[in-house]
Nanobody, 122 residues
Framework: QVQLVESGGGLVQAGGSLRLSCAAS????????MGWFRQAPGKEREFVAA????????YYADSVKGRFTISRDNAKNTVYLQMNSLKPEDTAVYYC???????????????WGQGTQVTVSS
């Protein structure tokens, strides 16, 4: 089992920045690909970004490419999502997930956090 706890969400104006963190406990963190997903009200959960075990490979949704950066610190068992140039359409609950492949499909992720709310005002 891997337990994931997100933090860092909040309310920010359009154009602003936030950094989300996801702290992991349980099984060896560095064994897992880590991903971020989000779900806006009335919409399906969607992929945001993923990072490989070592951090050497990353993958982003087109909607966030160039604005968001995923990173990880295996010594701290933590994955981050730096979000810049935020837009109102980025408003959602953001979830981190641990899985086995650097892919967008949520079915490849075995463990999920409870989520943190990000609200971007216009």
């Amino acid at each position: 089992q891997v337990q994931l706890v997100e933090s860092g969400g909040g309310l920010v104006q359009a154009g602003g920045s936030l950094r989300l963190s996801c702290a992991a406990s349980g099984r060896t963190f560095s064994n897992y690909v880590m991903g971020w997903f989000r779900q806006a009200p009335g919409k399906e959960r969607e992929f945001v970004a993923a990072i490989s075990w070592s951090g050497g490979s990353t993958y982003y949704a087109d909607s966030v490419k160039g604005r968001f950066t995923i990173s990880r610190d295996n010594a701290k068992n933590t994955v981050y999502l730096q979000m810049n140039s935020l837009k109102p359409e980025d408003t959602a609950v953001y979830y981190c997930a641990a899985g086995e492949a650097v892919v967008a499909r949520s079915t490849f992720y075995d463990y999920w956090g409870q989520g943190t709310q990000v609200t971007v005002s216009s």
